[in-house]
């Protein structure tokens, strides 16, 4: 259990790749504050299992990311309740699709602040005790999107491209403070967000679900299978450890391909 001792603040962790991460984490005996919506007794559930695993304390904070000050109170109770993070996975996202001219306001303020502006309040809140500690590791999911675009995802594309920037100027100010930051960059991840788009593709393209799955979601992912939230998990954890203490400003990949093309 090679996290044993440190605590890591991981958002977006109810559902997904944040679940999965989280997982890893627990795995490796770490403290555990996880964040994100869903049914109450379901996150419990995972919350109890999460401890179970870890053999450490676990919490649950529902603090809404568009808030910087939801955010400033859920960084603040982790490190009144479990330590101030040593690790922080910066997850929680959303996506909306539709033309820039066409695209609602409110869905572009609420994809920057929650994809963009709050790994920013996470990243500045949690760096002055990383720093006083000599060792942090900040890892943020990405997406092939931080490097490649889609139509009619221009916010996403827009906060992801932020994040990747964010995450190399942030690298170089604490390059020498033994805290890294990272991005881990995924294409098609199978998650429930992903299923969910899959019985609705099917009816309105008159599509079997083979062709949804090949021919509209893999189009670009030239494996032609989906990235598991257990690879994006093993990654993240590998980030945590020794062996990835010179990895810091980096944008990895992990999509099948799509960005090589
Ligand atoms: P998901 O919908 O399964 O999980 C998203 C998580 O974020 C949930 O726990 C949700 O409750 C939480 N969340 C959403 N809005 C929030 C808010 N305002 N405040 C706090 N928490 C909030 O999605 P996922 O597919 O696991 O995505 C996780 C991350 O991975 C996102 O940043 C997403 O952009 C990125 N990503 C996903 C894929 C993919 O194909 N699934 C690909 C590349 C990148």
Same mark, same amino acid.
Request: hydrophobic letters at 45%; glycine letters at 8%; charged letters at 20%.
């Given at each position: 259990?090679?996290?044993?001792?440190?605590?890591?603040?991981?958002?977006?962790?109810?559902?997904?790749?944040?679940?999965?991460?989280?997982?890893?984490?627990?795995?490796?005996?770490?403290?555990?504050?996880?964040?994100?919506?869903?049914?109450?007794?379901? =996150?419990?559930?995972?919350?109890?299992?999460?401890?179970?695993?870890?053999? @450490?304390?676990? #919490?649950?904070?529902?603090?809404?990311?568009?808030?910087?000050?939801?955010?400033?109170?859920?960084? &603040?109770?982790?490190?009144? &309740?479990?330590?101030? /993070?040593?690790?922080?996975?910066?997850?929680?996202?959303?996506?909306? %699709?539709a033309p820039v001219d066409e695209f609602p306001?409110?869905?572009?303020?609420?994809?920057?602040? =929650?994809?963009?502006?709050?790994?920013?309040?996470?990243?500045?809140?949690?760096?002055?005790?990383?720093? &006083?500690?000599?060792?942090?590791?900040?890892?943020?999911?990405?997406?092939?999107?931080?490097?490649?675009?889609? /139509?009619?995802?221009?916010? $996403?594309?827009?906060?992801?491209?932020? %994040?990747a920037g964010f995450t190399k100027s942030v690298? #170089?100010?604490?390059? &020498?403070?033994?805290?890294?930051?990272?991005?881990?960059? /995924?294409? $098609? %991840?199978?998650?429930?967000?992903?299923?969910?788009? =899959?019985?609705?593709?099917?009816?309105?393209?008159?599509?079997?679900?083979?062709?949804?799955?090949?021919? %509209?979601?893999?189009?670009?992912?030239?494996?032609?299978?989906?990235?598991?939230?257990?690879?994006?998990?093993?990654?993240?954890?590998?980030?945590?450890?020794?062996?990835?203490?010179?990895?810091?400003?980096?944008? #990895?990949?992990?999509?099948?391909?799509?960005? @090589?093309?």
């Amino acid at each position: 259990m090679k996290l044993q001792g440190k605590t890591a603040l991981v958002t977006g962790s109810t559902s997904g790749i944040g679940l999965a991460v989280a997982k890893a984490v627990a795995a490796e005996g770490a403290s555990l504050m996880i964040n994100g919506f869903g049914d109450v007794e379901a =996150i419990e559930a995972e919350r109890q299992a999460l401890e179970q695993t870890s053999g @450490a304390h676990v #919490l649950h904070d529902g603090a809404d990311l568009f808030d910087p000050a939801q955010i400033a109170a859920m960084v &603040e109770r982790c490190s009144a &309740e479990l330590g101030a /993070p040593d690790i922080l996975i910066n997850n929680a996202g959303i996506q909306h %699709v539709a033309p820039v001219d066409e695209f609602p306001v409110e869905k572009w303020d609420a994809i920057l602040q =929650i994809n963009l502006s709050a790994v920013f309040h996470t990243t500045r809140l949690c760096l002055p005790a990383m720093k &006083e500690k000599g060792w942090g590791r900040i890892i943020n999911t990405a997406s092939a999107h931080s490097l490649v675009a889609s /139509p009619n995802k221009s916010a $996403y594309v827009a906060a992801k491209h932020g %994040v990747a920037g964010f995450t190399k100027s942030v690298a #170089l100010e604490i390059a &020498e403070a033994g805290i890294t930051i990272n991005c881990i960059s /995924p294409g $098609y %991840v199978w998650t429930p967000l992903v299923e969910k788009q =899959i019985p609705d593709t099917m009816k309105a393209r008159g599509m079997t679900r083979e062709e949804v799955m090949n021919d %509209v979601l893999l189009k670009a992912q030239p494996t032609k299978r989906f990235v598991t939230v257990e690879e994006v998990a093993a990654l993240a954890l590998f980030l945590t450890g020794d062996g990835a203490a010179s990895i810091t400003g980096a944008n #990895l990949s992990m999509d099948g391909g799509w960005t @090589a093309q």
